[in-house]
């Protein structure tokens, strides 16, 4: 299994650069692939590549802002029966590459 | 005209293989190409729903061009089914998906979770077994196409995330996406439940094919690692869906 490093590197890669910028969504193929593959392996080459993303102007979507408020919990203890259900006729989720 | 199909050089030993690992890998490579064509027709729905909801050009951009990708993913595992396979391995087709639907959800609610469920959830789950995957991986033509499909896949899942980061998206929103995100991940992991339980019995891991129990670990894995954090990340309550994860909700 991928180790917790490489895991963490992978969050970043994706979910932090996804939420703070849309021009990092849209950077270097050759940046996204080697932070993704090279984590937990070469930390030289990630961190190069890392260095890559920083160095991208990013433009922000009000990302920060928006984790710092505080936000309604809607049903947060609610029993199941409460909770809206995703219809079960199957298919119920997106296609799955497995 | 038909996109081509890469040309993988393909690898003297694996003449030598046993044909039992031969069709083992050509039959997963050619199940996977198939299922990725059922991706671009998602990003067929997730481009028009990101066009619906007038998200950044950007954004929108990169889902469009999900939809090439994705048929590129396709060829990448034709090409390795046909080279691994003793046999003809024809192409498959496109064919039309169903699409998740939500319901009571407005409209513009629904698109909002269609691109949540596809690309924040689906996607970066993908990533993770793409991971799993290339992190056994060894015969070089393989590893080749899972670095390409892994390095598309981040940024398809990244459109998810880059929207919730958006200023298109408020309080009002990320309340509905935390209302809907239990929900959502129990049909997406009962779907890899579904997924994993047709995968064949066996494993050949350096050829890029995990067993179905290491996958389906990978997969937790995400959920914890990954989408959970990114939604409490993306100022999503997941409290809910965390109480779900956590009560052993996978185990159904």
């Known amino acids: 299994m991928p180790s917790s490093a490489s ?6 890669t994706i979910v932090v650069v996804g939420l703070s910028s849309a021009s990092a969504a849209c950077g270097p193929k050759e940046a996204t692939v080697a932070r993704a593959t090279d984590a937990g392996k070469d930390s030289a080459s990630a961190d190069a590549a890392d260095d890559d993303a920083s160095d991208a102007t990013p433009v922000t979507f009000g990302a920060s ?34 | 005209m038909a996109r081509d199909e890469p040309s993988l050089a393909l690898p003297g030993d694996v003449a ?3 044909v039992e690992t031969r ?22 729905v997730i481009t028009q729903a990101l066009i619906d909801l ?44 169903e699409v998740p639907v939500y319901p009571g959800v407005s409209d513009d609610g629904q698109r909002l979770l269609q691109v949540v469920g596809m690309c924040s959830i689906n996607e970066t789950m993908a990533c993770s077994f ?17 670095r390409t499909v892994l390095e598309d896949e981040i940024r398809h899942a990244r459109i998810g995330w880059a929207y919730l980061g958006s200023p298109d998206v408020g309080d009002a929103e990320r309340r509905l996406v935390s209302d809907w995100l239990r929900p959502m991940l129990r049909a997406q992991w009962r779907g890899w439940l579904d997924q994993m339980a047709t995968l064949p019995e066996g494993e050949r891991i350096e050829h890029g094919c995990p067993s179905a129990a290491a ?38």
Not at chain 1, 7 to 12: C, E, Y
């Open chain 2, 54 to 97: 007038r998200a950044d050009l950007r954004i929108v951009d990169l889902a469009a061009r999900a939809i090439g990708d994705e048929l590129d993913h396709s060829a990448i595992y034709l090409a390795l089914a046909r080279a691994y396979a003793t046999n003809d391995v024809p192409a498959p087709r496109p064919e039309p998906i």
């Open chain 2, 130 to 146: 793409l991971e799993l995957c290339l992190e056994g991986a060894t015969a070089a033509p393989v590893r080749a196409g899972l």
């Open chain 2, 23 to 44: 069709r083992f890998v050509a039959t997963t490579a050619a199940r996977r190409s198939e299922l990725e064509l059922r991706g671009a027709a998602a990003f067929t």
């Open chain 1, 65 to 98: 802002d928006a984790a710092d408020e505080p936000v309604v919990g809607i049903g947060n203890n609610a029993p199941d029966a409460a909770i809206p259900c995703v219809r079960d006729a199957s298919p119920s989720c997106w296609p799955i590459y497995v």
């Open chain 1, 7 to 12: 895991r963490s590197k992978l969050f970043h």
């Open chain 2, 215 to 252: 996958i389906a670990q990978a997969a937790r894995a995400s959920l914890r690692d990954l989408v959970l954090p990114g939604f409490a990340e993306a100022g999503i309550d997941i409290s809910n869906a965390l109480g779900w994860f956590e009560s052993g909700g996978l185990a159904s």
């Open chain 2, 16 to 18: 030598a293989l046993d």
